[in-house]
């Protein structure tokens, strides 16, 4: 999950992630590991910037997270990514039904692709792009911990 602002919008913003990985493969040796990641943006930056800012922090730590349980598993893995933010726009966009027009979101949305791309290098990955409410990612937005 993730999620950004920014106060004056462009203004100093923020944004937050929120990543679980865990194993749905073993149940007697069950793994689950939560990361909560928060990030200053900047002090002139847009609220479409602070979000996408929110999924690049979000996608490399499950990256990261990947790598390191299939080194604890000496395989590749099967990975499920769920990807959930409240910005609409970044999840049109990177299903690619809304086309990015913005010079300034152009390198994040070009790196986010890049980044989803890239979790083949981990194992064999599906993932799906979820638009969800903004009161139901309260944990990426840093008002709720679960």
Not at 53 to 77: N, T
Request: charged share 20%; proline share 1%.
């Amino acid at each position: 999950m993730f999620d950004g602002g920014a106060r004056g919008n462009p203004g100093v913003a923020g944004s937050g992630s929120s990543v679980i990985v865990q194993d749905v493969t073993n149940a007697t040796n069950a793994f689950r590991r939560t990361v909560y990641i928060r990030y200053y943006v900047g002090d002139n930056a847009t609220n479409n910037q602070a979000e996408y800012q929110g999924l690049l922090y979000g996608l490399a730590s499950a990256q990261r997270e990947a790598r390191l349980f299939a080194q604890s598993q000496s395989q590749l893995l099967t990975i499920d990514l769920i990807v959930q933010g409240d910005s609409n726009l970044i999840i049109e966009q990177l299903k690619g039904n809304y086309s990015c027009k913005s010079e300034k979101l152009k390198p994040l949305f070009r790196k986010a692709k890049q980044m989803l791309a890239s979790f083949s290098n981990v194992g064999q990955c599906t993932f799906s792009l979820e638009h969800v409410y903004r009161k139901d990612n309260k944990v990426a937005d840093g008002t709720l911990v679960n």
